[in-house]
C-alpha cells in the first residue's frame, strides 16, 4: 500500500531525480542506513519498503550476508540483533511479538523463522518472522504441535521442525510450505523420536539433529529419517553449521573441526589456533556468505561479541584455515548476557 500511494503521488525521496533513477541511487546505500533514512520523509520511508527496492538491490550487487544474533538476559529471554561484523555495525531489532526461550530458529534469504520456544514455562506453537527488508515482525502459520528446544532449518525454500515436544506428539515432526502458508506433518517412525534436541544443520539438502540418543537426518526428497554415520554422530558435540558442504563444530578441547561427508572423518580447522579461544564453553557457527564465522561472548566488562570470519579451503584430506577478519562488537547488552543463536540473513 505504501509502494503503491508513493507511485501513485509521483513522489521522489530525492528533489530533482526521476523516482526510478532516486531508487537506483537508494539502493547502493548501505543497508545499515536504513533505519534513520525511513525517518527522513514518507516518500523515503515507502522507498525503503518498496519490495522493487530488494530487486535493484540485487542487480546492483549491493546485497550481502548479515549475522543475526539473539542475546539473552536475565530479564529477557530474546533480544535481537542484525551485525555486520567485518565493520562492527550492529542494529537493535525491534521486539518480537512474543518474547520466547529455547526457540528454534531458521533463515531463507532475508527472513528469520522463529519456532515455538516457551514463555512462563509453557511450550508454544506460535511462528514469528522477522523481515529484514522491511524491518518488522509478523505472525506466521502456527505449528501443528507447540515446541521448545527444537531442531529446525531451511530446505529447497521449505522450514523443517522436528521434535522440541514429547515423542508421543503428532506431529513430531513438520515443514512449513511458504506458497501454502500452512504447517503439513511429517511421518516419522516412533523409534527415533526424541524430546530435546541439542543442536541442528543442514547439509546437502538434509536437516540434521543431535539428540541424546544420537544423530539424525531427514532426506525432504525421499522423505525418509535416518541415523547419521557413526562418525559423524561420536565428533558432534552440540552448536553445528554447515558451510560448501562441510559441518563444523568444535570438540572436548575447545577445537574447530569440520566434518566432510566425502572424507568421512572430523578433521581439526589447521591454522586458526593462534588467533582463537579454546571454546570449551562453546560457541556460535554460522554460514557467513560461503565463510565459516564464529561468535561468542567476549571482552571486559559484558554486553560485547567477538566474532572471526575463516575462510577454510579442502587439501589433501586436510582443512586449512585463513582467518579473515576479527572484530569485537559491543551490543550495548547487559553484563550476564549470553548468546542463544546465530545465523545470517540476505538483504
Same mark, same amino acid.
Not at 530474546?78 to 531489532?93: A, E, K, Y
Given at each position: 500500500?505504501?509502494?503503491? %500511494?508513493?507511485?501513485?503521488?509521483?513522489?521522489?525521496?530525492?528533489?530533482? =531525480?526521476?523516482?526510478?533513477?532516486?531508487?537506483?541511487?537508494? *539502493?547502493?546505500?548501505?543497508?545499515?542506513?536504513?533505519?534513520? =533514512?525511513?525517518?527522513?520523509?514518507?516518500?523515503?520511508?515507502?522507498? =525503503?519498503?518498496? $519490495?522493487? @527496492?530488494? &530487486?535493484?538491490?540485487?542487480?546492483?550487487?549491493?546485497?550481502? #550476508?548479515?549475522?543475526?544474533?539473539?542475546?539473552?538476559?536475565?530479564?529477557?529471554?530474546?533480544?535481537?540483533?542484525?551485525?555486520?561484523?567485518?565493520?562492527?555495525?550492529?542494529?537493535?531489532?525491534?521486539?518480537?511479538?512474543?518474547? *520466547?526461550?529455547?526457540?528454534?530458529?531458521?533463515?531463507?534469504?532475508?527472513?528469520?523463522?522463529?519456532?515455538?520456544?516457551?514463555?512462563?514455562?509453557?511450550?508454544?506453537?506460535?511462528?514469528?518472522?522477522?523481515?529484514?527488508?522491511?524491518? %518488522?515482525? !509478523? %505472525?506466521?502459520?502456527?505449528?501443528?504441535?507447540? !515446541?521448545?528446544?527444537?531442531?529446525?532449518?531451511?530446505?529447497?525454500? !521449505?522450514?523443517?521442525? &522436528?521434535?522440541?515436544?514429547? $515423542?508421543?506428539?503428532?506431529?513430531? *515432526?513438520?515443514?512449513?510450505?511458504?506458497?501454502?502458508?500452512?504447517?503439513? $506433518? @511429517?511421518?516419522?517412525?516412533?523409534?527415533? %523420536?526424541?524430546?530435546?534436541?541439542?543442536?541442528?544443520?543442514?547439509?546437502?539438502?538434509?536437516? /540434521?539433529?543431535?539428540?541424546?540418543?544420537?544423530? =539424525?537426518?531427514?532426506? #525432504?526428497?525421499?522423505?525418509?529419517?535416518? *541415523?547419521?554415520?557413526?562418525?559423524?554422530?561420536?565428533?558432534?558435540?552440540?552448536?553445528?553449521?554447515?558451510?560448501?558442504?562441510?559441518?563444523?563444530?568444535?570438540?572436548?578441547?575447545?577445537?574447530?573441526?569440520?566434518?566432510?561427508?566425502?572424507?568421512?572423518?572430523? +578433521?581439526?580447522?589447521?591454522?586458526?589456533?593462534? +588467533?582463537?579461544?579454546?571454546? /570449551? &564453553?562453546?560457541?556460535?557457527?554460522?554460514?557467513?556468505?560461503?565463510?565459516?564465522?564464529?561468535?561468542?561472548?567476549?571482552?571486559?566488562?559484558?554486553?560485547?561479541?567477538?566474532?572471526?570470519?575463516?575462510?577454510?579451503?579442502?587439501?589433501?584430506?586436510?582443512?586449512?584455515?585463513?582467518?579473515?577478519?576479527?572484530?569485537?562488537?559491543?551490543?550495548?547488552? #547487559?553484563?550476564?548476557?549470553?548468546?542463544?543463536?546465530?545465523?545470517?540473513?540476505?538483504?
Amino acid at each position: 500500500m505504501e509502494e503503491a %500511494r508513493w507511485r501513485s503521488e509521483r513522489e521522489t525521496p530525492i528533489p530533482g =531525480l526521476p523516482a526510478d533513477l532516486a531508487m537506483e541511487c537508494i *539502493a547502493r546505500i548501505p543497508f545499515f542506513f536504513h533505519p534513520e =533514512l525511513a525517518l527522513v520523509s514518507r516518500s523515503w520511508r515507502s522507498a =525503503l519498503q518498496s $519490495p522493487d @527496492l530488494f &530487486a535493484i538491490r540485487v542487480l546492483a550487487g549491493a546485497t550481502k #550476508p548479515f549475522l543475526c544474533v539473539d542475546v539473552r538476559t536475565r530479564s529477557n529471554p530474546t533480544n535481537w540483533f542484525l551485525l555486520d561484523p567485518s565493520s562492527s555495525s550492529v542494529v537493535p531489532l525491534p521486539p518480537p511479538p512474543i518474547r *520466547a526461550a529455547g526457540s528454534a530458529c531458521a533463515s531463507i534469504g532475508h527472513l528469520l523463522f522463529v519456532l515455538g520456544g516457551a514463555t512462563g514455562g509453557i511450550a508454544t506453537p506460535a511462528v514469528q518472522i522477522y523481515d529484514a527488508r522491511a524491518n %518488522r515482525w !509478523r %505472525r506466521g502459520p502456527k505449528m501443528r504441535a507447540a !515446541r521448545e528446544f527444537a531442531a529446525a532449518g531451511a530446505v529447497g525454500g !521449505r522450514v523443517y521442525v &522436528a521434535g522440541g515436544c514429547l $515423542p508421543s506428539t503428532e506431529p513430531w *515432526a513438520e515443514v512449513l510450505d511458504m506458497e501454502e502458508g500452512r504447517w503439513r $506433518p @511429517l511421518a516419522s517412525p516412533i523409534a527415533i %523420536r526424541e524430546k530435546w534436541i541439542h543442536g541442528s544443520a543442514v547439509l546437502g539438502g538434509k536437516l /540434521l539433529a543431535m539428540a541424546d540418543r544420537g544423530g =539424525l537426518q531427514f532426506d #525432504p526428497e525421499k522423505g525418509r529419517w535416518s *541415523a547419521v554415520s557413526e562418525v559423524l554422530d561420536r565428533g558432534w558435540k552440540g552448536r553445528a553449521a554447515a558451510v560448501d558442504r562441510v559441518i563444523y563444530s568444535y570438540d572436548f578441547l575447545g577445537k574447530v573441526k569440520g566434518f566432510d561427508p566425502e572424507m568421512g572423518e572430523w +578433521r581439526e580447522v589447521e591454522g586458526v589456533d593462534q +588467533r582463537l579461544p579454546k571454546f /570449551l &564453553a562453546g560457541a556460535m557457527i554460522a554460514d557467513l556468505g560461503g565463510v565459516l564465522c564464529l561468535a561468542w561472548e567476549g571482552g571486559r566488562g559484558g554486553g560485547k561479541m567477538m566474532c572471526a570470519a575463516v575462510k577454510v579451503e579442502k587439501k589433501e584430506r586436510r582443512l586449512m584455515g585463513e582467518i579473515l577478519w576479527k572484530e569485537m562488537v559491543e551490543l550495548g547488552a #547487559p553484563a550476564d548476557s549470553s548468546l542463544s543463536h546465530c545465523l545470517s540473513l540476505h538483504v
